[in-house]
């Protein structure tokens, strides 16, 4: 008998995707993610050290997973980095991604709105969309692809296209890159 197949990244990256890297990289790791998640803090972590061991050679990108029942201020948190992406494009996103892992603890609006203010945003209009739910649908996007790529936690990896089933230490994504490879 033989086991279920590997699930695959639906739909593969695109422009819509946050990314950090070159297209043509040889690997590509995509990370389902949880602002308010724990592991999802530590595995950033090890994403920016992989991502930096690797230059060149890698492309990563984040799609948001927001675990709202268990994590009541994540889908508030992915729409602040939306929102943070909408005025400062990538850079911004990433730069606002920093700010909500370091602090998970400390994700209610009041605090995304200090986030903004120190990415230096239109905070009045930060504010606005977050209110008016602006890009709510942007991150259902990500929750129905990670559902469709067979995600049902968080974080969840995928190395060019695979899901990874190993841990999200350093030591396990870079088997997993080296397999996928």
């Not at 209009?125 to 790529?149: H, I, P």
């Amino acid at each position: 008998m033989n086991p279920p197949p590997t699930p695959a990244l639906k739909p593969p990256l695109s422009e819509r995707d946050h990314i950090k890297g070159l297209p043509d990289a040889p690997i590509e790791l995509v990370e389902y993610g949880d602002f308010e998640c724990p592991h999802c803090g530590r595995a950033a972590v090890v994403v920016n050290e992989i991502t930096e061991e690797f230059g060149d050679r890698l492309r990563f990108a984040f799609r948001h997973f927001p675990l709202s029942k268990m994590h009541p201020h994540a889908r508030q948190a992915a729409m602040a980095a939306e929102a943070a992406s909408a005025q400062g494009g990538q850079g911004k996103f990433w730069e606002m991604q920093d700010l909500l892992f370091a602090n998970a603890s400390r994700l209610e609006v009041q605090n995304l709105i200090e986030y903004a203010t120190l990415l230096e945003l239109d905070v009045a209009r930060f504010e606005s969309e977050l209110e008016a739910g602006t890009y709510a649908a942007r991150v259902q996007e990500d929750v129905a692809s990670g559902v469709r790529s067979g995600v049902n936690g968080t974080p969840t990896f995928f190395i060019n296209g695979r899901r990874h089933n190993g841990g999200y230490t350093k030591e396990s994504l870079l088997e997993g890159i080296t397999l996928g490879m």
